[in-house]
Nanobody, 118 residues
Framework: QVQLVESGGGLVQAGGSLRLSCAASGRTFSSYDMGWFRQAPGKEREFVAA????????TYADSVKGRFIISRDNAKSTVYLQMSSLKPEDTAVYYCGARVPTMTYRYWGQGTQVTVSS
């Protein structure tokens, strides 16, 4: 099992940047693929970005390509989401998740709020 704690959310103006962090504890962090998801009020949780266990492969939702970068530091058991050129529609609670490769996401953090003002 792995425990996840997100941080780094906040209020930012449109066009600004934020970096989210997700610190993991528990079983071997480097065994897990990691992902970022978000949920806006009244909407379902949606995929944002993911990074493979080794860091060698990343995927992004079309809505964030070219603006967000996901990375991980296995020595620190932490995954990051660098968000740039933020838009009001990026406003949501952001969650990190962990999964055994090829399986569904099973472990989730408590979320961190990101609010982008226009």
């Amino acid at each position: 099992q792995v425990q996840l704690v997100e941080s780094g959310g906040g209020l930012v103006q449109a066009g600004g940047s934020l970096r989210l962090s997700c610190a993991a504890s528990g079983r071997t962090f480097s065994s897990y693929d990691m992902g970022w998801f978000r949920q806006a009020p009244g909407k379902e949780r949606e995929f944002v970005a993911a990074v493979s266990w080794s860091g060698g492969r990343t995927t992004y939702a079309d809505s964030v390509k070219g603006r967000f970068i996901i990375s991980r530091d296995n020595a620190k058991s932490t995954v990051y989401l660098q968000m740039s050129s933020l838009k009001p529609e990026d406003t949501a609670v952001y969650y990190c998740g962990a999964r055994v490769p090829t399986m569904t996401y099973r472990y989730w953090g408590q979320g961190t709020q990101v609010t982008v003002s226009s």
